[in-house]
């Protein structure tokens, strides 16, 4: 306010203030005795006053303290190096935590390192661990820790699907590749609490994937003992605020506070349940009956009467994620015929799937990498700005040269993980190919462990619904999904001019050069139609008001060590 204000003005303020002041000096030094103590009296009611709204103002913790959290689907697996998938990762932000974290609104704050620095080309690191970082067991976290847990995610025996996600460290990509040893992935302990990390070039985006459950570190004597077994009731050693105390498939998990986590005194929450419900009108039920706190998905269809009775606890947020269907590239009959792909994807009518269907706030999309980007400009379809009745008529026009149309009909398959959201979302999406493109459309769901299964063999899918999440807010954060080798990579797209524009972005310290890179890659990426994006994602929760330390954020992370039960 200051900042604003004319310098004249300014003094004119404070001297007018100095007046009144002197002014009401005066006046009390000629009251008299009685007046005098009926002030003093006044001003001690007011400081009661002003206390006691100050100490209502502090929420009061409920003596209760464990908090209910709807999940989605059935976890795929707590082991950070082997899952994929956001109700893997809720969890394991409660149970691991690596080098970098983050605060309740988003940002980057230490974790296991407490501090860090970079040198003058942005390509060696040197992190500095907590003394007081420990195991649940109380072994101290140290700097090998993490060297045994990188290496571990590269190594190309373990079968990482986010190996990839390590590909700027030195040396990583070739140990992925099995050309290179683990050994010299560009990592090592400097003592037992300095870390040292080599980039294979300047990363303006690394100390944000830290974030990523695939950097977390894990217990390597457990992993040693139990093998695949180790993140499972009674193996699990983890060094997050929480332990794994229960794991009952298909009913619940239950995490309890971790005593020997080195932020514990700030820890509120005692125990948390995650609950994977894939049905969101049942979990919508259940938040309704009060068995729930914090619902992970919202029913679409439910929205008008939840705007209208619990807008209170509606939580909609945009944050950097896009929907969209992925085609199977390496079988018929996407393989090798893109005007099919391309056709498919141009008659989708976006807008009324956001506006219509959703109704959410979602926007339709017409590029691969979302809107807010940190550095970056979106590429888009030249079609987007042209109307349905031009778009539809160059779509039968590219089928029918596909060699599809009335007398040689297109029959495919969307296959989608079970919800209610998706089924709506598939069936919008099949009756727009049945009406402009007379496509017959089978829709299939699956239980989302074997939807991914499915998924990564590449031998039953045609089209499948898909989704991803930014893991740190950079453009390459979604370009690198679509690369040659990358475990996430569920379209089996390919191209090495594609793959070569990442390559040389990952080593540009420009950050004007190294867009344009992404932006040109970008390109070749929706000429080549290997996915179809339908729309850019908003967080949609809800959340009971005796939730405290929930903030929403552009990620959509909430650490269940921010959280806790007021009084209520």
């Given amino acids: 306010m200051n ?3 004319p310098c004249g003005k300014q003094a004119t303020m404070t001297s007018t203030k100095s007046a009144l002041i002197q002014r009401l000096d005066n006046e009390i030094k000629n009251m008299s005795p009685l007046a005098k103590q009926i002030l003093q009296l006044i001003s001690l009611c007011a400081y009661i006053l002003l206390a006691s709204a100050n100490c209502h103002a502090a929420d009061v913790l409920a003596p209760n303290q464990v908090l209910h959290r709807g999940n989605g689907s059935e976890p795929q697996s707590l082991d950070p190096h082997k899952s994929e998938g956001v109700p893997s990762a809720n969890i394991q932000k409660d149970l691991y935590e690596g080098l970098v974290c983050e605060s309740p609104s988003g940002e980057l704050v230490p974790g296991v390192a407490s501090s860090w620095s970079v040198d003058k080309k942005g390509m060696r690191y040197l992190f500095t661990l907590r003394k007081d970082a420990k195991w649940s067991n109380g072994d101290p976290v140290t700097a090998d820790d993490f060297v045994y847990s990188w290496r571990r995610i590269v190594d190309p025996k373990t079968g990482s699907y986010y190996a990839q996600t390590l590909a700027p460290v030195l040396n990583a990509e070739d140990i992925i590749k099995g050309t290179k040893k683990v050994t010299s992935l560009g990592i090592r302990a400097i003592g037992k609490y300095q870390l040292e990390v080599k980039l294979k070039g300047p990363t303006p985006y690394f100390i944000g994937l830290l974030t990523h459950s695939s950097t977390y570190p894990v217990h390597k004597a457990s992993v040693e003992k139990h093998g695949n077994r180790f993140a499972r009731v009674g193996n699990l050693i983890g060094n997050g605020a929480f332990v794994l105390k229960e794991w009952s498939i298909q009913s619940h998990i239950l995490l309890e506070r971790n005593p020997h986590y080195w932020d514990n005194k700030n820890t509120k929450l005692d125990k948390v349940y995650y609950y994977p419900i894939e049905d969101q009108s049942s979990e919508l039920k259940r938040y309704r009956a009060g068995e729930i706190d914090i619902v992970e998905g919202i029913p679409i269809s439910q929205m008008p009467w939840l705007r209208k009775n619990l807008k209170q606890d509606l939580r909609l947020t945009p944050y950097l994620g896009i929907y969209y269907f992925g085609y199977n590239v390496t079988q018929p009959p996407f393989k090798d015929n893109k005007k099919l792909r391309q056709a498919l994807s141009m008659v989708i009518d976006r807008k009324v799937l956001t506006e219509k269907i959703l109704r959410t706030g979602e926007l339709p999309a017409y590029s691969w990498v979302p ?3 940190a550095n970056y400009q979106q590429v888009e379809y030249e079609w987007k ?10 779509a039968k026009e590219l089928i029918k040269q596909a060699g599809y149309g009335k007398g040689k009909p297109l029959s495919v398959e969307i296959r989608y993980n079970t ?11 099949a009756s727009m190919w049945k009406k402009h493109l007379g496509v017959k459309t089978k829709l299939h769901n699956e239980e989302w462990k074997v939807f991914l299964a499915n998924r ?18 950079d453009a390459f954060s979604f370009a690198e999904l679509l690369h040659s080798n990358h475990g996430v990579n569920d379209s089996g797209y390919s191209n090495p001019e594609y793959d070569a524009l990442l390559a040389q972005s990952a080593k540009e310290a420009d950050i004007e050069k190294r867009r344009k890179l992404l932006q040109q890659a970008e390109k070749i990426l929706l000429n080549d139609y290997p996915v179809i994006p339908i729309y850019y994602y908003m967080s949609k929760h809800l959340v009971k008001p005796y939730v405290g330390g929930y903030e929403d954020n552009t990620m959509d992370h909430h650490y269940s060590k921010h959280l806790y039960i007021k009084a209520h």
């Fill in 3 to 5: 900042d604003l204000m």
């Fill in 371 to 373: 809107p807010n980007v």
């Fill in 385 to 394: 700005a042209w109307p349905m009745s031009r778009r539809i008529k160059y």
């Fill in 419 to 429: 919800s209610e959201n998706h089924k709506k979302i598939a069936i919008v999406v």
């Fill in 456 to 473: 990564k063999t590449k031998k039953h899918t045609q089209v499948f619904r898909s989704g991803w999440i930014a893991d740190y807010n």
